[in-house]
């Protein structure tokens, strides 16, 4: 079956970096995804992986994919005050009709 | 701004109601999906059409329709409605049946009274 999961709260203060942890069940998933969720707002991309990929990095955003242990992390160097959303792990497979499946997300607190 | 455009932002109704949400999907994208956000759920998603048919069905209740248009936006039907249908409904888009990227409209805040 398909299970994404995340911690719910994560509080940091402002300058640190932040670690967001995911766990996945689906072993066949290939395309591995952060969205940011600010208040009131949709859903954003941030970056994704794929499965074949152990790391990927975007500016102040590194994404780690474990996959022996089915574990993707996303790391934001420089936490700022404006990263403070919920931000959502998802999974999907290439093999098409398969949306995402959304973890509950994290909502990442960052204290000045 | 992620190109998806989503009708009404807010919507408040009665039991027993029927709603009609709207979604306008990026340029060029096939794939519509329409995904729901609870608090005790999480997002679970709903239904995808591509280019016009249905493609994947997920926890989309019997009470609750969709379909897409030759000119590719789509609605999702609502009805009979509960107090438990209050949720946020997103629609998302993307190039492929295949979601490598899906972008997400601004959603429709649905309260049911």
């Known amino acids: 079956g398909e299970d994404v999961e995340q911690s719910l709260f994560l509080s940091v203060r402002e300058g640190d970096s932040s670690v967001i942890n995911c766990t996945y069940t689906?072993?066949?998933?290939?395309?591995l995804y952060w969205y940011k969720q600010e208040p009131g707002a949709g859903l954003q991309l941030l970056t994704y992986?794929?499965?074949?990929?152990d790391m990927k990095q975007d500016q102040r955003l590194t994404v780690l994919l474990n996959k022996k242990d089915k574990h993707l992390s996303l790391r934001i160097a420089d936490t700022q005050t404006g990263d403070s959303a919920i931000y959502f792990c998802?999974?999907?497979?290439?093999?098409?009709?398969?949306?995402?499946?959304f973890g509950k997300g994290t909502r990442l607190s960052v204290i000045a | 701004d992620s190109g998806v455009t989503q009708t009404p932002k807010h919507l408040i109704t009665a039991t027993g109601q029927r709603v009609t949400l709207r979604c306008s999907p990026r340029?060029?994208?096939?794939?519509v999906y329409w995904y729901q956000q609870s608090l005790d759920q999480g997002l679970q998603f709903l239904i995808q059409?591509?280019?016009?048919?249905?493609?994947a069905k997920g926890n989309i209740l019997e009470r609750f329709s969709a379909q897409q248009f030759p000119d590719l936006h789509s609605e999702l039907n609502l009805s009979s409605l509960e107090l438990g249908d209050s949720a946020l409904y997103f629609c998302?888009?993307?190039?492929?049946?295949?979601?490598?990227?899906?972008?997400f409209g601004q959603g429709t805040r649905l309260t049911v009274v």
């Open positions: 689906d072993s066949s998933s290939t395309y």
């Open positions: 340029s060029g994208d096939l794939s």
């Open positions: 998802a999974e999907s497979r290439i093999s098409g009709n398969t949306p995402l499946v």
């Open positions: 998302a888009s993307s190039t492929m049946s295949m979601n490598t990227e899906a972008f």
């Open positions: 059409y591509y280019n016009g048919e249905e493609r």
């Open positions: 992986i794929f499965s074949n990929m």
